[in-house]
């Protein structure tokens, strides 16, 4: 199958198409370009480029229930989902779909530990049935590098009472969730010898390989480790101890769909082929080439400025070594729309390309699957520096990193004060400070408030750096090559060196003392 869809591509990819179109060129928003034709070329010369933004007002319609059904599909929509919130969108469609029926035969996780919306029950349940199966488990996985991450972690901090859940066969009092309790009750059995050989195993002095020894049959671990989740590669290695990292594909709810066909290849040589079959694709092109590091990560992406160079071009007509900006024409109501991805172009697998992921747009700062862009950050730091006005101090410069050296991750916030005349000599109040970093999370977006609620983000950490800091981080950049006349601090840093500047400077501390609402 996979060698006629990528044979064929173009045909597949033309059919695709005149569907979509012949279904909904009678939806009030491509009758206002197409006035009712579903011509290919009409469709690229009339329908503009889409994000989220322009739809927005035709989705909030479809949201608030109008009755007209056609405003973006012929057929009435079922459900709106709201990407970038995979966990709980993932959640709703395996107690939807067929998921639960295929489940014994592929998890260690019973069906109400993986559905649990409490995520810490959820992970203990479900780390407590691995610990008890694990000589069936061949495969550790979970969508995203990070989320696996998190379960190793959780494994460090709970392994004590889990072992001692299968030394008595009870699982303890704080699982409250009916599901989680009934699927303990049914596999849960006192095995004080598999208490006694785990107990043994996590208690070894370093980690390092722990996972082969607790699952010793596990022959690849099934995660996407690539793009904006490289960052815990690192990491993970250490606890696989040479368990092969595995992205088995690219995906967006937006529709378009990637398979890596070489499984063992390292995260940062991952390409993914494009199925021309599920989504209609076009590729704006951003740069000529990619500049990659010795890593083979592409460290800079710029886009073009002629009109002529960022033409779209079609799925089978992309250019090895180029990077473009994805758009896809969906069976669900999008048109020309931009998922906000970057990827390069590596090689064709016959006449379908395949493409590395590079980064994601706008993205200046995340710690895990969440998107902050410099807009979001801006939007939230001057919220928060207006509590430190009044006390008579000025904001002169701000920069972002996104820590991820602890798990979870949490944002980490440089701010240069400067005493307004008339402060008197008045100290930072450290209260403030924290109400300050408050400020900020809750300013930011849903997602950001949701990963904190769920502590899959920690606590926000505002770090005052003495004056003159940003001083010496521009004649830092500057020495790199950067241009004095169009010096601007980074929204976020991302080298060591700069961090090492800011961090050498740092005057006080704060953390947010609660979950934003
Ligand atoms: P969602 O919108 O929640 O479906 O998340 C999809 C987004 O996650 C994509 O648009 C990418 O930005 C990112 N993503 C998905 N798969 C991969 C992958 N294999 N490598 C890197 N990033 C990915």
New binding site residues.
């Given amino acids: 199958m996979l060698e006629e869809l990528t044979t064929n591509a173009q045909q597949i990819q033309d059919q695709l198409l005149c569907e979509i179109l012949g279904r909904n060129a009678g939806t009030e928003y491509l009758r206002r370009f197409l006035h009712g034709q579903t011509d290919k070329q009409l469709f690229k010369t009339n329908v503009p480029i889409v994000a989220y933004e322009d739809l927005k007002p035709y989705i909030d319609r479809i949201a608030n229930g109008e009755a007209s059904s056609d405003i973006l599909l012929a057929e009435p929509r079922l459900k709106l989902l709201l ?4 966990s709980a969108v993932s959640t709703r469609a395996f107690k939807e779909s067929g998921f639960r029926a295929i489940l014994p035969k592929l998890y260690t996780s019973p069906f109400e530990a993986i559905v649990c919306l409490d995520t810490k029950q959820s992970m203990y349940c479900q780390l407590l049935f691995g610990l008890i199966q694990r000589d069936e488990v061949v495969m550790i996985g979970s969508v995203f590098a990070s989320g696996v991450l998190r379960g190793f972690k959780f494994l460090e901090n709970n392994w004590q009472e889990l072992c001692s859940n299968i030394k008595t066969g009870q699982i303890s009092d704080w699982i409250t969730d009916s599901g989680c309790k009934n699927a303990a009750s049914v596999i849960l059995k006192p095995n004080p010898e598999l208490a006694d050989l785990i107990e043994n195993i996590c208690s070894c002095k370093s980690w390092e390989g722990i996972i082969r020894k607790l699952w010793p049959r596990t022959k690849y671990i099934g995660t ?1 480790c ?4 490289i960052q815990y590669t690192a990491e993970l290695e250490f606890y696989c101890g040479g368990i092969p990292l595995v ?1 088995g ?5 937006e529709g378009a769909v990637g398979i890596n066909l070489e499984l063992l290849s390292k995260p940062s040589d991952v390409s ?1 082929t494009f199925l021309p079959n599920s989504v209609y694709y076009e590729f704006v092109p951003v740069k000529e080439e990619c500049v990659t590091n010795s890593q083979n990560l592409v460290e800079s992406v710029e886009t073009k400025s002629s009109d002529e160079d960022t033409e779209p071009v079609e799925l089978v007509n992309v250019k090895p070594g180029q990077c473009y900006e994805l758009l896809v024409t969906s069976s669900t109501g999008l048109y020309w729309y931009r ?3 970057i990827l390069m172009v590596t090689a064709f697998h016959n006449n379908t390309p395949q493409f590395r ?1 590079v980064v ?1 747009e706008n993205v200046a700062l995340g710690v895990d ?1 969440e998107r902050t862009s410099e807009a979001d950050l801006l939007k939230a730091v001057t919220e928060a520096k207006t509590l430190v006005d009044p006390l008579g101090f000025i904001l002169t410069g701000y920069t972002a990193y996104g820590d991820t050296s602890s798990t979870p991750g949490h944002y980490v916030i440089f701010w240069e004060l400067k005493a307004k005349e008339g402060n008197n000599g008045k100290e930072l109040d450290p209260q403030v400070m924290e109400e300050c970093c408050s400020r900020i999370e809750e300013s930011l977006h849903f997602t950001y408030r949701m990963y904190r609620k769920e502590n899959i983000i920690a606590a926000l950490e505002i770090r005052v750096v003495k004056q003159g800091t940003f001083e010496a981080l521009m004649d830092y950049f500057i020495s790199r090559g950067a241009s004095l006349s169009q010096y601007k601090t980074p929204v976020c840093i991302k080298s060591k060196e700069a961090l090492e500047i800011l961090d050498s400077r740092v005057i006080g501390k704060f953390f947010s003392p609660k979950t934003p609402m």
């Fill in positions: 990407a970038s919130r995979r996407i690539t793009g904006a989740m992205s594909f690219y995906a967006c709810l993914y998922v906000g991805d992921f994601r699957v």
